[in-house]
Nanobody, 119 residues
Framework: QVQLQESGPGLVKPSQTLSLTCTVS?????????WNWIRQPPGKGLEWIGY???????YYNPSLKSRTSISRDTSKNQFTLQMSSVTPEDTAVYYC????????????WGQGTQVTVSS
């Protein structure tokens, strides 16, 4: 059974960098999947942030690309989101999720972690 677990600070100050880690168990991030970050601001729908593939290639939401970076640590079976210059509008529940390489469907999600941007 594949499991994903987000971790990181729940409170970030404006202009600082948000950093979250997704730890994957029950499967390797070297397998043929897309490893995604997605968020949901309060009262709004899901917003896709970006993904990293099993080869290490990345692709980002164009609206967030300039201040977003996704990386991975294969030795720890983890992938990480960094988002710089955050504002209160970046307050959201952040999820990591696995997406099938061929199906392009999200099949496993983390439980989500609340990140609040506030001074």
């Amino acid at each position: 059974q594949v499991q994903l677990q987000e971790s990181g600070p729940g409170l970030v100050k404006p202009s600082q960098t948000l950093s979250l880690t997704c730890t994957v168990s029950g499967g390797s991030i070297n397998n043929s999947y897309y490893w995604n970050w997605i968020r949901q601001p309060p009262g709004k729908g899901l917003e896709w942030i970006g993904y990293i593939t099993y080869t290490g290639s990345t692709y980002y939401n164009p609206s967030l690309k300039s201040r977003t970076s996704i990386s991975r640590d294969t030795s720890k079976n983890q992938f990480t989101l960094q988002m710089s210059s955050v504002t209160p509008e970046d307050t959201a529940v952040y999820y990591c999720a696995r997406e099938g390489y061929w199906s392009r469907e999200f099949d496993y999600w983390g439980q989500g972690t609340q990140v609040t941007v506030s001074s």
